[in-house]
């Protein structure tokens, strides 16, 4: 059941509606099916786990931002015993539209490459021009070379390697209306959930 909630969320009943096809084929009677699950307990355990896919947040709102911050911090707090001291970085697109130019999305690259090196979780939101540019870290592609681990981000003909630190994590924020838009591979790559106050 942990392993469809962690793998199967995304879309209101994706969870429940694995759960209850597990149910059907293995024909385990003693496990009962509930509509909803614990979606923190599920993002406490990714931040952690340093073999899972990057995370992405399905809000409804834009206050959303502030509980995510919240939710965050506390989950560090609570897990301070695990040595890993996370600290939580945003960067939030501009809707300007004069901010779509080359300079501004370099300077955007620049800044999520400086934050590769380190051990905190980078929030990400209305970054749609820069994604295709983070195609191999978002897919956690990575080289290990000498015992450090390495991946590309694309600007144009630039593909340098970056260093990458094992702990630093992503978590990328998709508003529940734009999730249509958003390219079926880009979601593909995350571990998904519903990000609300009911939950």
């Known amino acids: ?26 024909n385990d009677k003693t496990i009962a ?15 952690y786990d340093k073999e899972s896919r990057y995370l992405l ?21 609570r897990n301070n015993n695990k040595n890993n001291s996370f600290e939580t970085k945003f960067i939030l697109g501009s809707t300007f539209p004069q901010d779509k130019d080359d300079i501004y999305i370099e300077k955007i690259i620049g800044t999520i490459r400086n934050e590769l090196t380190t051990n905190n979780i980078l929030v990400l939101k209305n970054l749609e021009l820069i994604y295709s540019s983070l195609y191999d870290l978002l897919n956690q ?6 015992n450090k681990y390495y991946t590309r981000i694309s600007f144009g003909l630039w593909k340098p390697f970056s260093l990458i630190n094992r702990n630093f994590k992503i978590i990328v924020i998709v508003n529940e209306k734009n999730l249509s838009y958003e390219d079926p591979p880009f979601l593909n790559r995350f571990e998904k959930h519903i990000f609300s106050l009911d939950t």
């Open 141 to 146: 592609d990575f080289e290990k070379i000498d």
């Open 33 to 47: 099916v509930d509509r909803n699950y614990d979606v923190l307990r599920c993002i406490s355990e990714n931040i």
């Open 57 to 77: 947040l399905i809000t409804k709102n834009n206050f959303d931002l502030e509980l995510i911050n919240f939710l965050i911090e506390e989950i560090i707090q």
């Open 1 to 26: 059941m942990r392993y469809i909630e962690r793998n199967f969320g995304g879309l209101p009943l994706s969870v429940y509606d694995f759960k209850n096809i597990y149910t059907k084929i293995s």
